[in-house]
């Protein structure tokens, strides 16, 4: 099983879709998570409390995990919020179906080999069956 995850993910390690997706994705988080800590930074309720937490907070949201220990608490970080809710859906949704389609590609695969393989396993099944026959008719 590990090798097949392996090939699975070799494939996906030289997918140019995936990095480029990947890419703006982690751009994506990193950036509004940085802009929603700018925008909290004048709440007397504010939970972002530094960039690092933003990103936290980004990451949450986009991965739609949201703890809630961080909520965004002006205009501004809520629509940082909003955005960030929207791209993790489109983007890390990409992501996870990128992944999907690989591991099916594998198992698709799998089973045409294998399929070829019986057909040739029975191929040699019928040419000793016929010589057999041959051999029989000829007596």
Same mark, same amino acid.
């Given at each position: 099983m590990s090798g097949e995850i392996r090939q699975v993910a070799k494939k996906l390690s030289t997918s140019h879709r995936l990095r480029r997706i990947v890419a703006v $994705? !982690?751009? +994506? +988080? !990193?950036? $509004?998570?940085?802009?929603?800590? &700018?925008?909290?930074?004048?709440?007397?309720?504010?939970? +972002?409390?530094?960039?690092?937490?933003? +990103?936290?907070?980004?990451?949450?949201t986009v991965t739609g995990v949201g703890y809630g220990d961080m909520v965004p608490t002006t205009l501004g970080g809520r629509m940082v919020a909003m955005i960030l809710q929207i791209v993790g859906v489109v983007l890390f949704g990409s992501v996870v179906a990128m992944v999907s389609v690989e591991i099916l590609r &594998?198992?698709?695969?799998? &089973?045409?080999?294998?399929m070829f393989r019986r057909m040739d396993e029975l191929e040699v099944k019928l040419d000793e069956i016929k010589k057999h026959l041959d051999y029989l008719v000829k007596k």
């Open positions: $994705l !982690v751009f +994506v +988080v !990193v950036g $509004l998570g940085i802009l929603s800590a &700018y925008f909290e930074k004048g709440s007397s309720l504010r939970t +972002v409390e530094n960039g690092w937490d933003g +990103v936290y907070f980004a990451i949450t &594998y198992q698709e695969d799998y &089973y045409v080999r294998r």
